[in-house]
């Protein structure tokens, strides 16, 4: 891919953003006004596009791969593990993932290894492929891109990530469960 496509590319995908956001602001202004409770407003970017920081405290919903296919991914471990899985699927990035396995390491722990009571939380990818998942979610994400995708020479520039504020998530859960306790009152 040339410079200009990618520059291009980028444009278009912040532009898009900042009209997204923009909407959700009108939209949010207009329930306002008419007393509707915002719903939980999803957000989608390009994995290679967004810094692992800027998805923490983020609560993941879905991913979205080139080909269309949707998983459904309510953690950041699930997130990861869908994407080595993904990338293990195709037969010469699981035949380089094996061959990086072992060799992969953290300050003080293997990220990618064969033998599962060697890491604190493994996640497992393939039979005797295992990937550490315990860290924060930007070190995690950063350690499946940089150590891992990055090396094999894995593609992630084509999945989506779906997901939501967690504060915003939170707070409508205290809401509905505010909501049904006074209707159980109401009941009694």
Same mark, same amino acid.
């Given at each position: 891919?040339?410079?200009?496509?990618? =520059?291009?590319?980028?444009?278009e995908?912040?532009? $898009?953003? &900042?009209?997204?956001?923009?909407d959700?602001?009108?939209?949010?202004? $207009?329930e306002?006004?008419?007393?509707? &409770?915002? #719903?939980?407003e999803?957000?989608?970017?390009?994995?290679?596009w967004?810094?692992?920081?800027?998805?923490?405290g #983020?609560?993941?919903?879905?991913l979205?791969?080139a080909?269309?296919?949707?998983?459904?991914?309510?953690?950041w471990k699930? =997130?990861?593990?869908?994407i080595?899985?993904?990338?293990?699927?195709?037969?010469?990035?699981h035949?380089?993932?094996?061959?990086?396995?072992?060799k992969?390491?953290?300050?003080?722990?293997?990220?990618?290894? #064969?033998?599962?009571?060697e890491?604190d939380?493994? @996640?497992?990818?393939?039979?005797? @492929?295992?990937?550490e998942?315990?860290?924060?979610?930007?070190a995690? +994400?950063?350690?499946?891109?940089r150590? =891992?995708?990055?090396? =094999?020479?894995?593609?992630?520039?084509?999945? @989506?990530?779906?997901?939501?504020?967690?504060k $915003? &998530?939170m707070?409508?859960?205290?809401?509905?469960?505010?909501?049904?306790?006074?209707?159980?009152?109401?009941? +009694?």
């Amino acid at each position: 891919m040339d410079y200009i496509a990618m =520059v291009e590319k980028a444009r278009e995908e912040l532009l $898009q953003e &900042v009209n997204q956001r923009c909407d959700a602001l009108i939209r949010r202004y $207009q329930e306002e006004e008419q007393g509707i &409770v915002p #719903k939980t407003e999803v957000r989608e970017r390009t994995l290679a596009w967004i810094s692992p920081a800027a998805l923490k405290g #983020k609560r993941p919903v879905a991913l979205t791969f080139a080909s269309g296919e949707v998983v459904l991914t309510p953690t950041w471990k699930k =997130v990861v593990q869908t994407i080595l899985k993904h990338c293990n699927g195709q037969p010469d990035m699981h035949e380089r993932l094996m061959q990086l396995r072992g060799k992969v390491f953290g300050r003080q722990r293997t990220i990618l290894g #064969k033998v599962p009571e060697e890491m604190d939380v493994p @996640l497992q990818i393939d039979k005797d @492929l295992y990937f550490e998942a315990k860290f924060d979610t930007e070190a995690l +994400l950063t350690m499946m891109e940089r150590k =891992v995708l990055e090396p =094999v020479g894995y593609d992630f520039s084509g999945i @989506l990530i779906q997901y939501t504020e967690r504060k $915003q &998530v939170m707070s409508e859960m205290q809401d509905t469960a505010q909501h049904e306790n006074r209707e159980g009152i109401q009941m +009694l």
